[in-house]
């Protein structure tokens, strides 16, 4: 979705309303959402994320 692309944390924020949609206009059941957002995320955070910023040691912490 180009949403994810755009929105912070790939638009996870938006998911509720999305669920709302796909859930009446698709027929999906709970789990047939629960594993189309839980694949969604996974990609998202696979492969559109930014990287997590590695710790500093406390020596290097100002």
């Known amino acids: 979705m180009r949403l994810g ?3 912070p944390e790939g638009g996870s924020a938006h998911l ?4 709302a ?3 009446r206009e ?10 189309e ?3 969604y995320l996974t ?3 696979t492969h ?3 990287p997590e910023q590695p710790r500093l040691p406390a020596l290097m912490r100002w």
Do not use: H, K, T
Request: hydrophobic fraction near 55%; glycine fraction near 4%; charge should be positive.
């Open 5 to 7: 692309l755009l929105l």
């Open 16 to 19: 509720p309303a999305l669920r």
């Open 21 to 23: 949609l796909c859930q």
């Open 26 to 35: 698709l027929g999906w059941d709970d789990a047939r959402w629960d594993s």
């Open 37 to 39: 957002a839980r694949a």
């Open 43 to 45: 990609l998202w955070r």
């Open 48 to 50: 559109y994320a930014l």
